[in-house]
């Protein structure tokens, strides 16, 4: 399915709604958002888009029992502990 | 020099509380007190008259005085309102102990011309964030300045009016350097984002400190290089790696999302996304320059940055963003610089 689709956009937009209901109020979810493939360091490692859960700490992840993909969008996870600046 | 009769002294003591009840609190005034007239036209010879003295950090003359009568007749002091006679002396008095301040970063400095990418904070918090830009309400014209909520307000107590300095409090900034007062914020819409109204006491120009000025608005996406300039790291640029995030954050107690939150990863892996103090920055769309993101968290490692897409941003606040070449407000007049306490 091309990004570029609207209605993949539609499916990612309805798959991180779902996410964010489940576990946006978890201590250890800094962000939910839809981006590029990146690896737990946050760097890009391909041009597939994708759910993304950033969590504050690698330990977390287990706590959360994530899916390999919601709507057919894949998830993955980042480690980042954002901050207001 | 004579000695002072005391039923005069007294006098003149009490008609300087009336003179501090009314203008101590002018930020154009460093002391009032009682002595002798200084006579400017002797070449500042001090006179046998006693007087109340108000010490002003500029003293304008003439046709300026009357353009800034005319602009800042709040900020006129009228000696017909103290029963003794008043004399006007220009003069500073730094505290001592900054006596050899460091000098603030670029940013952190007092700007006469007021413009995105430079300190801010409001005057309750002791910090800085980053002036974003300039916009104008949709209804009334009004000038505004767009930045964030937890720059801008800080607390959801935060009433409206509150002052907003610049530079902010951590950079030096204070009571006398009030540039604007806090409007509306749009927390409630789920958006770290606020205006305040500008006070006319500086001009305001359409232009990011070492970027240019702001064309327009779009909406961010995928894969956008975009640059920002902010009292934190300067400019720095980026592209856009994560759209429509959602961000958790507590306020009033209660834990809300903040949303349309886009991720900004550098260029390449050695560069800065952002920095402390970088809130309220716009982030542009590099090549056109119109304004695609307001800037509120950031991460050091790996370097990231968030910001809230910025037309959702201005229809919550319903501002426009002001793309004018020409200065907005007051021409410092000449002579009336802010200098630095």
Redesign the interface.
């Known amino acids: 399915m091309s990004?570029e689709n609207s209605e993949f956009w539609d499916k990612a937009?309805q798959a991180?709604d779902k996410l964010?209901d489940q576990l946006?109020?978890h201590p250890g979810?800094?962000?939910?958002?839809?981006?590029?493939e990146?690896n737990e360091?946050?760097?890009?490692i391909s041009n597939h888009?994708v759910l993304?859960v950033h969590i504050r700490q690698a330990s977390i992840r287990e706590t959360l029992k994530l899916p390999a993909e919601i709507e057919g969008v894949p998830v993955r996870v980042v480690i980042?502990?954002?901050?207001?600046? | 020099m004579q000695a002072v009769e005391p039923r005069l002294f007294r006098k003149a003591c009490q008609a300087r509380d009336l003179a501090a009840a009314f203008y101590l609190f002018n930020p154009r005034v460093t002391l009032i007190d009682v002595g002798w007239r200084i006579e400017e036209s002797q070449g500042g010879q001090i006179s046998q008259d006693l007087a109340v003295r108000v010490h002003v950090h500029r003293k304008p003359r003439g046709p300026v005085l009357e353009a800034f009568a005319e602009r800042h007749p709040g900020l006129m002091i009228d000696k017909n309102r103290i029963a003794f006679p008043v004399d006007i002396v220009e003069a500073s008095y730094p505290l001592q102990w900054y006596w050899d301040p460091v000098q603030p970063p670029p940013r952190g400095r007092i700007f006469t011309v007021l413009q995105g990418g430079i300190s801010i904070s409001n005057e309750w918090l002791y910090n800085y964030?980053t002036l974003g830009g300039l916009v104008e309400d949709r209804e009334t014209g009004e000038k505004m300045i767009l930045g964030?909520w937890?720059v801008l307000a800080g607390s959801a107590y935060a009433p409206r009016g509150l002052g907003i300095y610049q530079p902010g409090r951590a950079d030096g900034g204070s009571f006398q350097h009030t540039i604007a007062y806090l409007e509306r914020h749009a927390m409630n819409q789920g958006l770290?984002a606020a205006v305040a109204k500008l006070t006319g006491a500086r001009s305001t120009i359409n232009n990011q400190l070492d970027v240019g000025r702001v064309s327009g608005e779009t909406l961010p996406t995928?894969g956008m290089k975009v640059v920002k300039s902010g009292r934190?790291s300067s400019v720095t640029r980026g592209m856009i790696?994560?759209?429509?995030?959602?961000?958790?954050i507590r306020y009033g107690g209660l834990?809300r999302?903040i949303k349309h939150?886009?991720?900004v990863?550098p260029l390449t892996?050695t560069d800065e996304a952002?920095?402390?103090?970088?809130?309220g920055s716009w982030w542009l769309e590099q090549d056109t320059k119109k304004a695609v993101a307001l800037?509120?968290?950031?991460?050091d490692s790996?370097e990231?940055a968030?910001a809230m897409a910025m037309p959702p941003v201005l229809d919550a606040l319903n501002v426009n963003i002001v793309t004018e070449v020409e200065p907005v407000g007051v021409t410092p007049v000449p002579g009336m610089e802010p200098i630095r306490i």
């Open positions: 990004p937009r991180r964010t946006l109020n979810v800094s962000l939910i958002d839809i981006g590029y990146v360091k946050g760097q890009k888009i993304r980042a502990d954002y901050k207001l600046e | 964030g964030n937890h770290d995928l934190g790696d994560g759209v429509e995030g959602e961000y958790p834990p999302k939150v886009h991720r990863v892996s952002s920095r402390g103090g970088d809130s800037h509120f968290a950031g991460f790996p990231t968030l």
